[in-house]
């Protein structure tokens, strides 16, 4: 069976090291990045009518400024980021099972949300009157020791980590990779053995289709 190796920042790389490991699967850890917090100032709450959050960093790295904005529900994209919000005690009005524009969908014209992001996002667009407010930012880790890939399946948990990687990656024609998304496994580029995309975009689907490849026999 394949290692699985495993490129996303902490707080969640260990999160789904775990969860792989009760898969019985065999991990390689090396994050790619580190995610920080970044100073923001916390807009007038009463303009809004409910928060969205596309990631669990927004709520981890929000800083004692999340305090303010205790009495919006929250719009949340996936069970994890549900999971933050509600551990630090906001109440969570619907959880998005897609991306952002999935969730959006899903919701009143007439809401006014803000949205808590990381400094690299994708754009939500959609109809609704969405303020953002910057929380926190991931930066690359210059040289994360990166270990070779041969035979190695990776999982992707974004374009950037996709990105990344295949600045990293020399020889990649014998490394399959999940990626959590469409976008994630464009942004990997050419020359893997296989990119195979995770049914839903969340992290046991992902694990899902990486225990699938870990268990594929190497080219001959």
Not at 107 to 128: Q, S
Not at 172 to 179: N, S, W
Not at 184 to 191: K, M, P, R
């Amino acid at each position: 069976m394949r290692k699985l190796l495993l490129v996303r920042p902490e707080p969640g790389l260990s999160a789904s090291a775990e969860r792989a490991r009760e898969m019985g699967l065999q991990i390689v850890a090396c994050p790619l990045f580190r995610v920080e917090p970044l100073a923001w100032r916390v807009p007038d709450p009463a303009r809004y009518d409910a928060l969205l959050l596309t990631s669990a960093n927004a709520v981890r790295h929000g800083g004692g400024n999340l305090r303010m904005l205790k009495a919006l529900p929250v719009h949340a994209v996936g069970s994890a980021t549900a999971d933050a919000a509600r551990a630090a005690e906001f109440e969570v009005a619907s959880v998005g099972q897609g991306n952002a524009a999935d969730l959006l969908a899903t919701l009143p014209d007439a809401l006014r949300l803000l949205h808590l992001a990381g400094e690299d996002h994708r754009e939500t667009g959609g109809r609704h009157r969405l303020d953002r407010a910057t929380v926190y930012r991931s930066v690359e880790i210059p040289a994360p020791g990166l270990p070779p890939l041969e035979d190695l399946v990776v999982a992707i948990h974004s374009p950037r980590a996709g990105r990344r990687l295949a600045e990293l990656a020399s020889r990649r024609d014998r490394t399959p990779v999940a990626a959590i998304s469409e976008a994630a496994a464009e942004a990997l580029g050419e020359g893997w053995e296989r990119i195979e995309v995770a049914e839903r975009p969340d992290d046991p689907s992902l694990l899902a289709l990486a225990a699938m490849l870990c268990h594929t026999s190497p080219p001959s």
